[in-house]
């Protein structure tokens, strides 16, 4: 079963900060992985997909990368800004027929970028 | 393009009422799947449907139900609501399994 865990669960920085949100998952099996994040009572915003053959993916001040035989993926946000306080989720869906269209989802990091 | 709508955003019901929410899919996409988020178990997976037909279930009580029509909206329904029941509901759609964009959510209150 695939267990998926996000570490720090909280985080506060000051603006203009670089900082790393870390993703474990139990299960290498894997087809891709992707970051979310969520504002308060909203959806998800898809914020990079990273497939498993791949090692990182990036946009604008956000990369993303995998190593997928250790199980671990990082979030990297260059020059943080208030803008980007929100739920930050990982989820990986895993390969193979008996996984179609479950992704699993970590518990997310809240962070709070302060002015 | 437009994206993934559910409707209603918010419903009140009773205990020992049902419900059925609405998803409408990105034009193309003809996977969409069903979450349940709440404070204490996070995100957790309802259903997949693809080309009508259901592929992927998670832990929940035969109370959840879907279905997906030709078009690939989709519809969940809860029978003999909870008070347990009380959640975000998403849904997501995808092309299939490459990626998945995710509604806005129906926000779910039983009393």
């Known amino acids: 079963k695939q267990e998926v865990t996000q570490i720090p669960a909280a985080l506060s920085v000051p603006e203009g900060e670089n900082l790393v949100l870390n993703c474990s998952f139990t299960d290498s099996a894997i087809y891709n992985l992707q970051w979310f994040r969520q504002d308060p009572g909203k959806g998800l915003t898809s914020l990079l997909l990273i497939q498993s053959s791949q090692r990182e993916q990036t946009s604008g001040r956000l990369n993303a990368s995998l190593d997928k035989s250790s199980g671990r993926s990082t979030l990297y946000i260059a020059a943080s800004q208030p803008g980007d306080s929100a739920t930050y989720l990982c989820a990986v869906l895993n390969a193979g027929g008996t996984s179609y269209g479950k992704l699993t989802f970590g518990q997310g990091t809240i962070l709070t970028v302060h002015p | 393009k437009a994206g993934v709508t559910q409707t209603p955003r918010y419903l009140i019901k009773t205990r020992g009422q049902q419900v059925t929410l609405s998803c409408s899919p990105i034009s193309g996409h003809r996977s969409v799947s069903w979450y349940q988020q709440t404070p204490g178990q996070g995100l957790q997976f309802l259903f997949e449907?693809?080309?009508?037909?259901?592929?992927n279930k998670g832990n929940f009580p035969g109370r959840f139900s879907g279905r997906q029509f030709s078009n690939s909206r989709s519809e969940m329904n809860v029978s003999t609501l909870e008070l347990g029941d009380s959640a975000l509901y998403l849904c997501?759609?995808?092309?299939?399994?490459?990626?998945?964009?995710f509604g806005s959510g129906t926000r779910l209150t039983v009393v």
């Open positions: 449907y693809f080309s009508e037909t259901q592929r």
């Open positions: 997501a759609s995808s092309v299939d399994s490459y990626g998945y964009t």
